[in-house]
């Protein structure tokens, strides 16, 4: 992988399980797109304080979010709103 200007980067899906994020980043790579998981050890060790962010260069957000959705994969919506639902149904 090239080295990474953190300014050409964005984050396509935040993943509670590693396991989910492993997989979408596979998938991302089989389709060709580069890309890498920003959090996925803090993950392991505390799961509920962290998210595995899987990240894609800039140029291809458009095609890898077209994948992750056509694939099911709803992480990518808004995080926040994501909390606020769980604390409602809580």
Same mark, same amino acid.
């Given at each position: 992988?090239?080295?990474?200007?953190?300014?050409?980067?964005?984050?396509?899906? &935040?993943?509670?399980?590693?396991?989910?994020?492993?997989?979408? &980043?596979?998938?991302?790579?089989?389709?060709?797109?580069?890309? %890498?998981?920003?959090?996925?050890?803090?993950?392991?060790?505390?799961?509920?304080? %962290?998210?595995?962010? !899987?990240?894609?260069?800039?140029?291809?957000?458009?095609?890898?979010?077209?994948? !992750?959705?056509?694939?099911?994969?709803?992480?990518?919506?808004?995080?926040?709103?994501?909390?606020?639902?769980?604390?409602?149904?809580?």
């Amino acid at each position: 992988m090239s080295q990474r200007d953190p300014e050409q980067y964005i984050t396509v899906g &935040k993943y509670l399980e590693p396991v989910v994020a492993q997989m979408a &980043k596979g998938m991302l790579e089989s389709a060709g797109i580069e890309c %890498f998981l920003l959090g996925e050890n803090a993950n392991s060790l505390l799961a509920p304080a %962290f998210r595995a962010r !899987l990240q894609v260069h800039r140029r291809d957000e458009p095609e890898a979010r077209a994948l !992750l959705a056509e694939a099911g994969d709803d992480s990518s919506g808004d995080w926040a709103q994501a909390i606020e639902e769980a604390s409602d149904d809580a």
